[in-house]
């Protein structure tokens, strides 16, 4: 995945609606609009908009199924994004470990002073 891809992929998955209705889809295995519509508090034309995006960064693929389209979960980009995920938090993690080192050596410097 590239800076680009992981810009969308962020704001695709920003979205409470957009999470939940993944949540739906990795339990369900597929479904359809109508089907999802029925399991969240908002508009079948909703759930399809949300849908439009989560299939845009590769989330989700649909499935033609005579007049209806079925919606499922991507897994090779849901383990990317994953994995994306995981390298985001383990840089905050280092980063934030040096923060605390900084804060601890100037409060053991400042200790030390005031003796």
């Known amino acids: 995945m590239n800076e680009g891809s992981d810009d969308a992929l962020w ?3 920003a979205d409470p609606s957009r999470r939940r209705l993944l949540d739906l889809l ?3 295995g597929d479904a359809t609009a109508s089907s999802l519509a029925h399991e969240v508090p908002f508009t079948r034309q909703a759930v399809i908009k949300h849908l439009a995006v989560l299939e845009q960064v590769g989330l989700v693929t649909r499935q033609p199924e005579g007049r209806a389209v079925r919606f499922c979960i991507e897994p090779t ?3 990317d994004a994953t994995r994306a995920m995981a390298r985001l938090a383990a840089d905050w993690d280092r980063r ?3 923060i605390k080192r900084l804060a601890e050596a100037a409060h053991q410097k400042a200790k030390s002073q005031s003796k």
């Open 26 to 28: 990795v339990r369900t």
């Open 11 to 13: 704001s695709a998955i």
């Open 77 to 79: 980009r849901l383990d």
């Open 96 to 98: 934030l470990l040096v």
